[in-house]
């Protein structure tokens, strides 16, 4: 069995990384860019005299402010359960923003679930936003030309560096880098992972079942869960709650909605503590042996068998629910807000609306919620927070240089880098104005004013209660615009509940050191695109057999490897290699 192996989560997903020298300490639009432990700015900040004759100011501990109004298109990621209205432009985020910078956003929005194909039939036609934020794989956009290298601006960025050198940034970066030493977006930078996508589960029933999760979680396994589910199921039937052929875990994030046809999340967070690729994981199956420095198809080994094994044991014996990985979304959430189950992958931005879910479908006082943490295999104690520490990231157009110069482009860059990493608009995007939405403590924290608040921050509003959601109302709390930065920052909102599970999480499971990258050319990075699709077509489908009990993972694991082979596994393995080696 494979020691010690660990995959970087942003190959996984671009099938694109990039290994580049640690040298250098700046760059300039157009050269090949390296990745350096410290980025010296090529441009510092200007005195106040010489930013009056650039037309606008900038800098570190300053607000981006244009002299002149000036007007940039941005793409939207519009979510359907907070729905983007006029009051965000007319006295919300988009109107504070202008406010304050002197920019008006020329908004191009789009459903989230059509966001990204939008996005790029948008770009392809060359009729891309200006500003185009809420990427996580920019693979498709990097050798067409019509996305400017992040990497050849970021010397005018002085949030950016100042957050790149404080928390040494530069082993993640180099993840999203190229074959020709660029990376085409600027990410969203952590200070340290935080756990985000958990479970909840009905705490009232556990215990009234006597199954005390709390204190079995610091170290509690798969096999515990499942045994700890069977303990509740039992005890469910004795009190007529359910009946011995119904499920008690009906998933949400897997089916057909957000699932992807590879398990989605719930099968994502089981693969990472087995050290494998699956579910919203799973990209092209490629893993890094650190024993051997060497990478490897992990949908072949020892640990995905054990990962099947498990995963099939809770459909097996009645506790999954197999329509878990077809059902839509509302179905899953339903059936745990009316009583039906008793768990569900849960994140933190969702735990607010669940409670206020719970509440309208149970009754007050009728149900009790507990945040876990996942549990660990037997094999490793990973963290499913994962170990790279950047989030989806924003890119800028070519049209972008083309349309306003080069001037007008690293001003735009300025702005850019004063709404995604200044953490005045950080407390702006997430938290609204202080005095309108939401005031300091005294221990310097913060908290919503009487009659706010923000289920995207974890403060649902109760039942009955009249006051204002400041995301439903003015967009503060959504997901395009603040994400990374510093634990204190990403932490600040953090409800009692979502606190001890990110802390917990923290105490008692280990962060693996991150792997390196790859840099294939284009040619390279096509070749492992034709092998990989109908390859990892071929491990979705044997997947989610397993899984859900249509093949036995003891009998018919020899025909799955084999249908892996017969797809090119070996080639993958092979000409990862080859790149990595050089």
């Known amino acids: 069995m494979k020691k010690k192996s660990i995959v970087s989560l942003s190959l996984a997903a671009s099938m694109m990384l990039g290994m580049t020298a640690c040298s250098g300490s700046e760059t300039t639009a157009g050269s090949t860019t390296t990745i350096p432990d410290q980025i010296e700015t090529t441009a510092p900040d200007a005195s106040q005299e010489d930013q009056k004759s650039l037309g606008y100011e900038y800098g570190l501990g300053k607000t981006f402010h ?152 610091a170290d509690w396994t798969w096999e515990d869960l499942l045994e700890a589910l069977k303990t509740v199921k039992a005890y469910m039937v004795s009190q007529g709650m359910c009946k011995e052929t119904d499920y008690i875990w009906s998933d949400l994030w897997c089916g057909n909605e957000s699932g992807q046809g590879n398990g989605g999340n719930l099968l994502k967070v089981m693969g990472i503590t087995y050290d494998v690729n699956a579910g919203w994981a799973i990209a092209d199956g490629m893993r890094y042996d650190q024993d051997k420095d060497e990478w490897y198809f992990s949908p072949t080994t020892d640990e995905y068998k054990a990962f099947l094994e498990m995963a099939a044991k809770f459909v097996n014996e009645g506790i999954l629910d197999p329509e878990t990985f077809i059902q839509d979304d509302t179905e899953a959430t339903n059936k745990f807000y009316n009583g039906q189950t008793v768990i569900m992958s849960m994140n933190q931005s969702q735990f607010a609306p669940c409670k206020q879910n719970c509440e309208e479908m149970l009754g007050a006082g009728n149900y009790e919620l ?84 923000c289920g995207g921050l974890g403060y649902g509003m109760p039942e009955g209660a009249d006051g204002i959601d400041i995301r439903l109302q003015w967009g503060y709390a959504g997901g395009n615009y603040f994400y990374g930065h510093t634990i204190a920052e990403m932490s600040d909102n953090y409800i009692p509940e979502i606190k001890h599970m990110v802390e917990s999480n923290t105490a008692n499971r280990e962060i693996p050191p991150l792997a390196p990258g790859i840099a294939p050319t284009e040619d390279q990075n096509e070749e492992i695109t034709l092998i990989a699709t109908p390859l990892i077509d071929e491990v979705n489908t044997w997947t989610l057999w397993f899984v859900t009990g249509q093949k036995d993972v003891s009998k018919d694991w020899d025909a799955f490897v084999a249908a892996c082979e017969g797809k090119n596994c070996q080639g993958l393995v092979d000409l990862y290699n080859k790149i990595y080696k050089g």
């Open 66 to 217: 244009a002299d002149e109004k000036v007007t940039y298109t941005i793409f939207f990621s519009d979510a359907s359960w907070y729905p983007m209205v006029d009051t965000w432009k007319t006295e919300g985020i988009f109107k504070k923003i202008e406010d304050l910078t002197n920019v008006h956003l020329d908004i191009i929005s789009y459903d989230s679930n059509d966001y990204m194909n939008n996005v790029t039939l948008d770009i392809n036609a060359g009729e891309a936003a200006y500003i185009i934020p809420k990427i996580y794989d920019d693979s498709a956009f990097v050798d067409g030309g019509a996305i400017v290298p992040a990497s050849d601006y970021v010397q005018y960025m002085p949030y950016f560096v100042d957050f790149y050198n404080t928390y040494n940034m530069s082993p993640d970066i180099k993840t999203i880098t190229r074959s020709n030493g660029k990376y085409y977006k600027f990410p969203g930078m952590l200070e340290a992972q935080a756990l985000n996508y958990t479970f909840v589960i009905r705490q009232d029933i556990f215990e009234a079942a006597g199954v005390d999760v709390a204190s079995m979680e």
């Open 370 to 453: 507990y945040l876990t943490i996942p549990p660990r295999s037997t094999l490793y104690n990973y963290s499913t927070a994962g170990n790279v520490r950047l989030e989806n990231g924003v890119m800028v157009s070519q049209k972008a240089l083309d349309e306003l110069g080069e001037d007008g482009f690293i001003e735009m860059i300025r702005f850019v880098d004063w709404l995604f990493y200044s953490p005045e608009a950080y407390t702006l995007c997430k938290w609204g104005v202080e005095g309108e939405t939401f005031e300091y403590t005294a221990d310097g924290g913060k908290k919503l004013l009487d009659g706010m608040y």
